[in-house]
T-cell receptor, first 114, second 111 residues
């Protein structure tokens, strides 16, 4: 049981390049989330998904797109990277009927945009 | 109204001391208040959580105190240890499974 995994762990991009971050979970969770973490700003929700084939915008969705084609995977895409997207990105998941709403986080992806 | 304000930003405590981190919220519809602990290079992990129908929850050395009328809640770490050195985030949600996180508190416990 690997929990929530993220690939890659580190990435350096040039301004304007594109990339996709992959999140996978093996806990059969319905809900999945993408956050970004910046110093002094905590965790901010980018996009989330309430189930396979559905996605919704969070607090800071601009410049990002997501897809949830399979229940266990949630992809975060940057079409044209900007230096402002330099951050640590975390994926999380939770059960639909967990009751207590615990979110399980992956280890993060550190992205630098030059 | 969706914000959760967390203080202090950083905290230094001697080994064996009590660490206290505070959070305040505005939206009275929030019904779940978790605390997450994050070690360097790792993702956050749930530490302890509380619902607004109780005023206190204790798990080992960690206690959440909840003041519904003041719209505040706090994390107390008793007998703080160097291994508790981490960043702590409070959060709030209202049944949508979306969290609003505080800005985090970096705790350092001196040996």
């Amino acid at each position: 049981n690997a929990g929530v995994t993220q690939t890659p762990k580190f990435r350096v991009l040039k301004t304007g390049q594109s990339m996709t971050l992959l999140c996978a979970q093996d806990m059969n969770h319905e809900y999945m989330y993408w956050y970004r973490q910046d110093p002094g700003m905590g965790l901010r929700l980018i996009h989330y998904s309430v189930g396979e084939g559905t996605t919704a915008k969070g607090e800071v969705p601009d410049g990002y797109n997501v897809s949830r084609l399979k229940k266990q995977n949630f992809l975060l895409g940057l079409e044209s990277a900007a230096p402002s997207q330099t951050s640590v990105y975390f994926c999380a998941s939770t059960r639909l009927a967990a009751g207590k709403g615990e979110q399980f986080f992956g280890p993060g992806t550190r992205l630098t945009v030059l | 109204q969706q914000q959760v304000k967390q203080s202090p930003q950083s905290l230094i405590v001697q080994k064996g001391g009590i660490s206290i981190i505070n959070c305040a919220y505005e939206n009275t519809a929030f019904d779940y208040f978790p605390w997450y602990q994050q070690f360097p290079g790792k993702g956050p992990a749930l530490l302890i959580a509380i619902r607004p129908d109780v005023s206190e929850k204790k798990e080992g050395r960690f206690t959440i105190s909840f003041n519904k009328s003041a719209k505040q809640f706090s994390l107390h770490i008793m007998d703080s240890q160097p291994g508790d050195s981490a960043t702590y985030f409070c959060a709030a949600s209202m049944g949508t499974y979306k969290y609003i996180f505080g800005t985090g508190t970096r705790l350092k416990v001196l040996a």
